[in-house]
């Protein structure tokens, strides 16, 4: 839809409708979508925002899978 911003790092439950924006790395479902929680504090949100893994290359990411995958902030910062 028009005008909708889906944040980096969020959740869309399946046959959720978006009419707006999602906040980054919130969960959203329903119909319309609403925020159910978020994945992470707001501290650890910004962390995430600033280190912006997903634009790094394929070859890092994959370095780095085992941080991503137990969210360990603070490797994926000093891997920046």
Avoid: C, Q
């Amino acid at each position: 839809m028009p005008g909708v911003r889906i944040g980096d790092g969020a959740i869309v439950a399946a046959r959720a409708v978006v009419a707006g924006e999602v906040r980054p790395y919130a969960v959203v479902a329903g119909n319309p979508a609403r925020e159910l929680r978020r994945r992470f504090d707001d501290a650890t949100v910004e962390r995430l925002l600033s280190i912006a893994w997903w634009n790094w290359p394929v070859e890092k990411i994959a370095r780095y899978a085992r941080e991503l995958m137990r969210a360990d902030v603070g490797a994926l910062e000093r891997a920046r």
